[in-house]
């Protein structure tokens, strides 16, 4: 079988090592509403920091995006995927993304009701 993604906005920040590191962790902080020391860990081995992740700690490149997906979980993604699966939304197309989703959810919620009183 194929499918595609639903159509989704995401927040996302590239992580440009120490060009960008406080820009990052505002983002994480922002989004997240928590210490971003909860979801970002300076590792001096690597010189690098992992993101906790739902899946465990993954170790941020220099160039990888981090990304908060749609249950507010955070985690990096390689440039060239992030490239291939996501492109820039501008107002009109958020509002139009976020329209649809609406639309899809008052479906469900009405088969959901019509199935409980059948």
Do not use: W
């Not at 906790?52 to 990096?76: A, C």
């Not at 197309?93 to 199935?115: E, I």
């Amino acid at each position: 079988m194929k499918y595609r993604k639903k159509p989704v906005v995401i927040d996302a920040i590239q992580y440009l090592r120490e060009k960008n590191i406080h820009a990052v962790m505002d983002f994480v902080e922002k989004l997240s509403g928590e210490d971003n020391s909860k979801t970002l860990i300076y590792d001096v081995c690597s010189n690098e920091y992992v993101v906790i992740t739902l899946e465990g700690q993954m170790l941020l490149s220099d160039g990888d995006y981090i990304i908060r997906g749609v249950k507010g979980e955070f985690y990096p993604c390689k440039p060239d995927i992030f490239e291939l699966t996501y492109e820039k939304a501008d107002n009109e197309t958020v509002k139009a993304v976020q329209s649809t989703l609406d639309a899809v959810n008052r479906v469900n919620n009405m088969q959901s009701f019509a199935n409980s009183i059948i």
